[in-house]
T-cell receptor, first 114, second 115 residues
Framework: GQQLNQSPQSMFIQEGEDVSMNCTSS?????WLWYKQDPGEGPVLLIA?????ELTSNGRLTAQFGITRKDSFLNISASIPSDVGIYFC??????????????FGKGTHLIIQP | NAGVMQNPRHLVRRRGQEARLRCSPM?????VYWYRQLPEEGLKFMVY????????ESGMPKERFSAEFPKEGPSILRIQQVVRGDSAAYFC?????????????FGDGTRLSIL
């Protein structure tokens, strides 16, 4: 089956630093999604990417859909304490009438030291 | 996450009992997905349903697990004769249509604990 390798597994950074994480896939996707999950809650959608090479921003977050369609990265600029959490990448292939569930990475734990 | 409603938030069962997890999708969403998350893991797709139809159950264990999304009421994930290994967080997601540009939105999950 499809596998997503997400790295790094965890990050310990200082408040104000920039953060970068990425995902690579063993197969191509036509949709990449980035979610954030806080303890005891469900994943919250941060950014959705639908086109190879696409670069999309959401406030301090920027994500790119890799040109090979097998990878994506997420950057967070000027981190703040509320950025703490687990970030997941997810990919899927939408096709005419297709119904793939999302394939998730194992997550990047972001820990911010004040 | 307030849009997708899951209940109960926590469920404790003894081995051999049945567990029923409920999911009400966001208003206007007719597509429901169930995922399972083990500690320190990402979410794993289980099943995708539209009203009264199972579209893709490729991630569902072959035995003891079933799902439905009736014409009226919430989607139900049912686990019969639960075992310790069923302990996990179960998440439901919904989308208005299964097309590009309509990403899935998740509920806050049901934490299932098996004694």
């Amino acid at each position: 089956g499809q596998q997503l390798n997400q790295s790094p597994q965890s990050m310990f950074i200082q408040e104000g630093e920039d953060v970068s994480m990425n995902c690579t896939s063993s197969s191509i996707f036509n949709t990449w999604l980035w979610y954030k999950q806080d303890p005891g809650e469900g994943p919250v959608l941060l950014i959705a990417l639908y086109k190879a090479g696409e670069l999309t921003s959401n406030g301090r977050l920027t994500a790119q859909f890799g040109i090979t369609r097998k990878d994506s990265f997420l950057n967070i600029s000027a981190s703040i304490p509320s950025d703490v959490g687990i970030y997941f990448c997810a990919g899927t292939m939408y096709s005419g009438g297709g119904a793939d569930g999302l394939t998730f990475g194992k997550g990047t734990h972001l820990i911010i030291q004040p | 996450n307030a849009g997708v409603m899951q209940n109960p938030r926590h469920l404790v069962r003894r081995r051999g009992q049945e567990a029923r997890l409920r999911c009400s999708p966001m208003k206007g969403h007719s597509h429901v997905y169930w995922y399972r998350q083990l500690p320190e893991e990402g979410l794993k797709f289980m099943v995708y349903l539209q009203k009264e139809n199972i579209i893709d159950e490729s991630g569902m264990p072959k035995e003891r697990f079933s799902a439905e999304f009736p014409k009226e009421g919430p989607s139900i994930l049912r686990i019969q004769q639960v075992v310790r290994g069923d302990s996990a967080a179960y998440f439901c997601a919904s989308s208005p249509r299964q097309v590009m540009g309509q990403p899935q939105h998740f509920g806050d999950g049901t934490r299932l604990s098996i004694l």
